[in-house]
C-alpha cells in the first residue's frame, strides 16, 4: 500500500504554526501563573461531540457544587447550548465562541478568566470543543486534561488519536452501559490508552446511569491543592 506523508517543511506555513504554538505555549504558562496565584484548579475537558464532556460536568457540578466554589468556561464553535445545559445559581459561566476555530487556545482562556471571579473560585472546568486533535496542540494553561471518549465511537479511537491521549491525566470511558451493544470493549480501550500514556487514569463511566462519576472526583484528587475548604 503507497502511504503518502508529509516531508519535513512540506507542509505550507509550517513556520508560521511553530510560533503560532510557541505564543500559545507562552500564553499557557501565563494562565496557569493567574490561576496558581489565585489558588484555582484548573481542568480541561476534551473529546469528540456527543462523547460526553457536557453530560460528565453536569454530575461533577452536582457532586462538587456542595463543597467548592466552582466557574465553567463552554467552548463551542457557534452555540451555547452545553452552556445552558451547565447553567445552576451558584455557577458562574462563561461561553466562548470560536467561530470556525475547532479548538480553544490559550488567548481565548485569557479572555474569559479576566470575566471570572477567580479570587472566590475553587476549581474551574473547561469544557473544549468537540474535537480529538487540535485540542492536544493547545495547551490552556489547566492543571489537569480529562479526555472523554465514548464506546459509541467504535474500537479505534484512542489509536486513531494518540497525541491527545499522551497528555491526559484521566481518561473517562463514557457510555458502558452500551458496551455490549456496540460491541466495543472497554478494556480493549484501556490496554490502548496505558500502550500510549502508562500514567493515565482510566476510568469507566455512565453517565446516564451515574457510574464511575465518584472514581472521576477521586481521579482529580482535589483535596490536595483546592483553597483548603474540604
Ligand atoms: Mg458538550
Ligand atoms: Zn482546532
Redesign the pocket.
Known amino acids: 500500500m503507497d502511504i503518502i506523508e508529509p516531508e519535513e517543511g512540506e507542509i505550507l506555513d509550517i513556520e508560521l504554526e511553530e510560533d503560532f504554538l510557541e505564543k500559545n505555549r507562552q500564553l499557557s504558562v501565563k494562565n496557569r501563573a493567574l490561576l496558581d496565584k489565585n489558588k484555582v484548579r484548573a481542568i480541561d475537558v476534551m473529546g469528540s ?2 462523547s ?4 460528565l ?1 453536569q454530575l461533577l457540578l452536582s457532586i462538587l457544587g456542595k463543597k467548592f466554589r466552582i466557574a465553567v468556561i ?1 467552548g ?1 464553535l457557534t452555540t451555547s ?2 452552556a445552558e ?1 451547565l447553567r445552576q445559581p451558584e455557577v458562574k459561566i462563561i461561553q466562548v465562541n470560536t467561530g470556525k476555530e475547532c479548538h480553544l487556545d490559550a488567548r481565548l482562556i485569557e479572555r474569559a478568566l479576566k470575566s471570572l471571579p477567580l479570587s472566590s473560585t475553587d476549581l474551574l472546568f473547561i ?1 473544549n470543543v ?1 474535537n480529538l486533535i487540535c485540542p492536544a496542540d493547545f495547551p490552556l494553561g489547566t492543571h489537569q486534561r480529562i479526555v472523554v471518549i465514548s464506546v459509541t465511537e467504535g474500537p479505534w479511537m484512542v489509536v486513531k488519536h494518540p497525541y491527545i491521549f499522551r497528555d491526559a491525566d484521566i481518561v473517562v470511558i463514557n457510555k458502558i452501559d452500551l458496551a455490549e451493544a456496540m460491541q466495543v470493549s472497554p478494556e480493549k480501550l484501556t490496554q490502548d490508552v496505558s500502550g500510549i500514556n502508562p500514567n493515565a487514569k482510566v476510568i469507566p463511566v455512565s453517565c446516564r446511569y451515574k457510574k464511575g462519576i465518584f472514581e472521576v472526583v477521586s481521579a482529580l484528587e482535589l483535596n490536595l491543592s483546592n483553597k483548603g475548604i474540604i
Open positions: 461531540i456527543g460526553g464532556k457536557t453530560s460536568i463552554a463551542d447550548i452545553d445545559r469544557e468537540g
